[in-house]
């Protein structure tokens, strides 16, 4: 999802083949990010690099509810966004990347692979 929406702004999908300690990194690699999808699922694996690159760790939600409602996180990715944009700045959209959208990102990948989620063994 995240790839899909960025990649016009300068930002690269580093798949783990690039740069093996983040997920994204800008054209002109002065900007990086760790993606997490909960706040409880940090790991030490890439910590050095991420350290000395200053490249924050994102995460979608936070672990817990928060009065009963899951609490998202993709203002703070879209910062991180913004800031190390190396094209099309001027017309990225604030709300860019927001929860509702990657919601129907994953139904449409879901009903495009129905074997994307099965109790069938391979």
Known sequence: YIASKVCDYG?????GE???????????????????????????SGKGFR???R?????RMY???????????WPALME???????RNRDTLPPDL???S????????KSLQNPNLITDQEK
């Open 11 to 15: 930002w690269i999908w580093c798949r």
């Open 18 to 44: 690039i740069l093996t300690a983040v997920d994204f990194c800008n054209e002109e690699c002065t900007e990086f990010v760790q993606v997490k999808n909960k706040s409880n699922t940090e790991n030490s």
């Open 51 to 53: 350290e000395d690159h």
């Open 55 to 59: 490249a924050p760790v994102w995460f």
């Open 63 to 73: 672990a817990e509810k928060k009065r009963g409602e899951v609490i998202t996180c």
């Open 80 to 86: 991180i966004i913004c800031r190390g944009a190396t």
């Open 97 to 99: 990347l927001n929860e």
């Open 101 to 108: 959208d990657y919601l129907e990102f994953i139904r449409e």
